[in-house]
């Protein structure tokens, strides 16, 4: 029997995945891996690291060479080439040696496409500049870094993954950094509220924030690169990175007549079948099934499903008996900022709400371990739910140690259909260095419990309404020393019960404290008193500088 024929056009995660565990479950199948670039196989969620220094070395970022595949799982590796088109009747592709301008004809059994995406470089005037850069390979970040010196000015064009992990870098690395942002907010996949501490931490090491508002062009001279953003005001910078989102490279795929979605993205079965049975699909390029809304699309452009959807593919082509259809993606994401750290997994509440979707939403804090043992650091947790069956629907973290713990717990619930009341009843590793006996994760299942019960009525922001008593339960030094906005009554908790002369029980009452546990106390004693009471969901915290001391004691 003739060996199978199978070309991947792409390396890196999804082309590289595919063809390695091609090869582990056929030794005699002729694997050619076609990647535009020099390099078949980095890591791409690196380079930002190795800018700034702490990956030191540029090594290291090479995972798997062209002859390094040879020696390891004999596959063809034909770098600087590009797949310039299929010719599906015939089951062959055009590849172009990018070194010698010369094009060859290609056959395949299977082909499978995995391009990957492409930075947004917006049509706009000066955007041909070289000091303008964006980052997607080895090569690009060669070329930031030798564009980099210390005290040099550098402007980073949007705050999502990217775009907060080069600022962060750029001022490691000793430049003076500004971040411009289109959304009100930086790392935009959150709720604004669980962006706030990657925010006040970058203010806090000195970086430039320009939120709600954007690039319109750029100007410059020998010198300096000029920004011009839409409010009107000029950013001079020696270097600017774009990281302003990805577009998929599908091109090709569209030239051959293979069905895309919405957004260009090629469309693909549970096993990364596209249109055509013998062409598959996987990484950034695809759009993939959405676990947590059912019947959805997404795309995710991260490594971890680029690397299980090439698996999938595989395992379809070599044991189709047993292979199972690749479930789809949740979008979990975590990014650091100096010492702050941010993440999310599955929907947020405003995308919830943008969609029309019904959702609960309840927001927490707490410790990372044992506020008794030392070190503990405040965390925040918000969770997303259906109101009718109780699933969690999406939950993020923010903090400065063991968000990325909570969010593979949250993850993993979501993946499973866990509930609310699931999540009060997780068992979790537990010693105080550790955690606590009660999780944050614990915690976020109790406070949506009891709102589903009808124990407590959350509100997200504080009211301004002169009919409305705002009610204080922190303790005065605190409530003095940071004081909530507007017309507010301090009564401390432990003095509550004892003060109910002070309220009036025609008039509606809002509670509030630290971080949220006390004003949901404080309104169980009113409601049961016969007060119409709501408590502020979450707490203060966000209000004041996540770094200073009076805000970590209980209130």
């Not at 479950?25 to 690291?49: H, K, M």
């Not at 430049?175 to 962006?195: F, H, I, N, S």
């Not at 292979?323 to 993440?343: K, L, Q």
Request: proline share 7%; with cysteine; aromatic share 6%.
């Amino acid at each position: 029997m003739t060996p199978m024929n199978i070309l991947v056009v792409g390396g890196v995660a999804a082309g590289a995945s595919f063809a390695a565990r091609a090869r582990r479950l056929n030794e005699a199948a002729q694997i050619t891996i076609i990647e535009r670039g020099p390099d078949v196989s980095f890591a791409n969620c690196g380079l930002p690291y190795h800018i700034g220094g702490e990956i030191p070395t540029r090594d290291v970022l090479a995972v798997q060479t062209a002859e390094s595949l040879k020696g390891l799982l004999n596959l063809d590796v034909r770098t600087n080439s590009e797949a310039v088109e299929i010719d599906r009747a015939a089951k062959r592709v055009r590849i172009r040696n990018l070194e010698t301008g010369a094009d060859e004809w290609m056959a395949y059994d299977k082909l499978m496409l995995a391009p990957g995406a492409s930075p947004l470089r917006p049509n706009m005037p000066g955007i041909g500049d070289p000091r303008i850069f964006t980052l997607r390979n080895l090569q690009d970040m060669d070329r930031i870094m030798a564009a980099t010196e210390e005290g040099m000015r550098a402007v980073v064009i949007g705050a999502g993954f990217i775009g907060l992990e080069m600022t962060e870098q750029l001022q490691r690395k000793g430049l003076t950094v500004q971040l411009v942002e289109l959304q009100p907010q930086v790392m935009p996949p959150l709720d604004a509220p669980m962006a706030a501490l990657l925010e006040s931490e970058l203010r806090h090491n000195g970086i430039g924030l320009h939120l709600g508002d954007g690039i319109e062009r750029f100007t410059g001279d020998s010198d300096h690169v000029r920004c011009h953003l839409n409010s009107g005001a000029v950013l001079e910078a020696d270097l600017v990175i774009l990281s302003i989102g990805v577009k998929p490279d599908s091109e090709l795929a569209k030239d051959a007549g293979l069905q895309l979605g919405p957004r260009g993205h090629i469309v693909v079965d549970g096993f990364q079948r596209t249109s055509d049975p013998d062409i598959y699909a996987a990484g950034d390029v695809i759009e993939t099934l959405d676990r947590v809304i059912l019947g959805s699309k997404t795309a995710v452009p991260m490594g971890g499903p680029a690397n299980r959807q090439g698996r999938v593919a595989a395992d379809h082509i070599f044991m189709p008996d047993k292979v199972r259809p690749y479930p789809g993606s949740i979008g979990t994401g975590i990014v650091r900022a100096f010492e702050a750290v941010a993440g999310i997994t599955g929907w947020s509440e405003k995308r919830l709400a943008a969609a029309g979707i019904p959702f609960e939403a309840v927001t927490v804090n707490d410790s990372h371990h044992a506020t008794y043992y030392p070190g503990a650091k405040p965390m925040t947790l918000k969770i997303c739910w259906d109101p009718e069956s109780g699933r969690l629907l999406g939950a993020q973290a923010n903090g400065f140690e063991g968000i990325d713990k909570r969010l593979d717990v949250l993850s993993t619930a979501i993946v499973a259909g866990m509930t609310v009341d699931d999540l009060c009843h997780l068992e979790l590793a537990y010693a105080p260095p550790f955690g606590a006996a009660k999780d944050a994760i614990n915690l976020a299942g109790f406070a949506a419990c009891n709102r589903r019960d009808g124990l407590v009525e959350h509100i997200e922001t504080l009211p301004d309404d002169p009919a409305v008593q705002v009610v204080d339960v922190r303790g005065k030094p605190l409530a003095d020393a940071f004081p909530a906005p507007g017309k507010i009554i301090n009564i401390p908790f432990p003095m509550l019960r004892s003060s109910l002369d002070k309220l009036d029980r025609t008039r509606p009452v809002v509670t509030l404290c630290a971080f949220g546990k006390m004003s949901y106390f404080a309104a169980r004693v009113l409601k049961q008193n016969g007060f119409n009471v709501a408590s502020f969901n979450g707490g203060l915290k966000g209000s004041v500088d996540p770094r200073s001391p009076a805000k970590l004691p209980n209130p």
